[in-house]
């Protein structure tokens, strides 16, 4: 250790967070990576997200030295460490041809006991939603990302997962879904995943709709070209929640859960839903379509209508890579949340400071409810200004989870402290959905956030329901 120490002295390393030095041991047998924790004021403030950040930086670096396998001494905040690791060494290169002989997956391991396995469930489950975000809409179409979650959860003797057809579908009256889906020569499906992790109650404590366009163009609201390639994670809501429910079961927590998945894509046909289309949503709701390219919102609007009404839980929160006025706001790094339960969202940010997942309330107004007027229809699926567009979403959402919002009251207010049930929120994480940013333990690419961020959610309300 003293060896090590002056070396590292030696070289001018400071400690900083984000530093990295390798050097051999005193045989030079091992290469051994030191890394920078920062201040001691700096490691009290942020210790878990500075442990994350240490420990992938430190593997990144063995693992571009051709290491094979890493043994991580023991830190503060061992579940942090773990996360870092696993997260550290996620790569998507499935599609590469491989040249040359195969690298075998380079191993990490601790003995930090209990804490370090938890952290690799969450980090595995948002590598998995990596995987599935960052998968060709291709290899990645409805039928095919119902059938993975599936076979991942069906090892699970108290997970159900139900795959359901165009016909139920239609059976439900989800004439949202129906028609986003019209255009596209993919299946849609519907994925609805139950969670029975406390069995002595009947009650659903938390469910959780994520939105699941597994490409999308805009429909006739064509996108432009030069982002449409993002659009293959336009499901990252999807992929968050189920990823989430894969380790929330890994897990085995206390905690009576439900998962829906909206599943289709949003093509051009002669088929298609036109601009100024009418349809009747499963509320009754009838919806005139001024945007095609607002086609999430419609998905969800069904699917939180069939979740609210089929498993009357207690807290209800969308997951959705909803708006790009969202990505205006907050830019990549905060999910944006909406919710007039103040206990809700005191909730989701705790769960957001815990897993150093950013999260940031944004306002839900009646006036953004008089905003969705349509003089043919119930509903516009968008605003009627060009202003407040990831809070009118918000607002046509709200209109599906605790009935309609029609009639405005005679004074306009901020909705802050609404806590009748089910308490709703809703995610709106277009920003945090991809990064560019490759260092510590993000990687290029779609992200997988906020898994843990879910994933710590429901520990927390299986150990504390709201009261």
């Not at 990295?20 to 041991?25: A, D, G, I, N, R």
């Not at 109650?201 to 449409?228: C, Q, R």
């Not at 009748?420 to 277009?430: N, S």
Request: proline content about 4%.
């Amino acid at each position: 250790a003293a060896k090590i120490q002056s070396e590292v002295s030696a070289l001018g390393t400071k400690g900083d967070v984000g530093d990295v030095h390798v050097v051999l041991s005193a045989d030079g047998t091992t290469q051994i990576a030191v890394v920078g924790l920062g201040s001691t004021a700096q490691l009290e403030q942020h210790k878990s997200e500075i442990v994350r950040r240490a420990v992938a930086t430190g593997v990144k670096k063995l693992t571009a030295q051709s290491v094979e396998a890493v043994n991580v001494a023991p830190m503060p905040c061992a579940q942090s460490a773990s996360e870092g690791a696993a997260l550290a060494l996620y790569k998507f290169d499935q599609f590469k041809s491989k040249q040359g002989e195969e690298k075998k997956p380079v191993s990490v391991s601790s003995a930090a006991g209990e804490a370090w396995q938890t952290g690799k469930v969450y980090a595995e489950a948002q590598n998995l939603a990596r995987d599935l975000m960052n998968t060709p809409a291709n290899y990645m179409t409805p039928t095919i990302f119902a059938e993975r979650m599936q076979a991942e959860l069906s090892k699970f003797a108290n997970v159900q997962v139900n795959i359901h057809d165009k016909a139920w579908v239609e059976q439900q009256r989800m004439g949202g879904l129906l028609a986003v889906s019209a255009g596209s020569d993919e299946p849609l499906k519907f994925l609805e995943i139950i969670y029975r992790g406390a069995p002595s109650s009947d009650s659903v404590n938390l469910a959780m709709v994520g939105k699941g366009i597994t490409f999308d163009t805009g429909g006739y609201s064509l996108k432009p070209g030069k982002s449409m390639d993002m659009m293959k994670g336009d499901m990252g809501g999807g992929a968050t929640v189920v990823s989430a429910m894969r380790a929330i079961a890994e897990l085995q927590l206390p905690i009576n859960m439900v998962a829906t998945v909206p599943l289709c894509e949003n093509m051009i046909s002669g088929r298609a839903t036109k601009v100024s289309d009418v349809y009747t949503s499963r509320a009754g709701l009838t919806v005139e379509v001024m945007n095609t390219d607002a086609e999430g919102r419609i998905v969800l609007a069904d699917a939180l209508h069939y979740t609210v009404e089929q498993h009357k839980p207690e807290n209800i929160i969308d997951v959705a890579t909803l708006t790009g006025a969202m990505v205006v706001a907050l830019g990549e790094l905060y999910t944006g949340v909406f919710s007039a339960s103040l206990k809700l969202w005191q909730q989701i940010e705790k769960a957001g400071k815990t897993s150093d997942e950013a999260v940031w309330r944004m306002p839900l107004h009646d006036a953004w409810d008089t905003m969705l007027k349509s003089d043919v229809a119930d509903l516009s699926n968008i605003g009627n200004k060009s202003e407040a567009g990831a809070c009118t979403a918000a607002a046509f959402l709200r209109q599906f989870v605790n009935g309609p919002r029609l009639a405005p009251p005679k004074v306009l207010s901020e909705q802050t402290n609404d806590e009748e049930l089910p308490r709703w929120a809703h995610l709106d994480i277009a920003g945090p959905m991809e990064t560019r940013n490759s260092t510590g333990y993000h990687s290029a690419g779609m992200t997988g956030r906020p898994t843990r961020m879910l994933i710590e959610l429901a520990r927390q309300l299986s150990k504390d329901p709201i009261a």
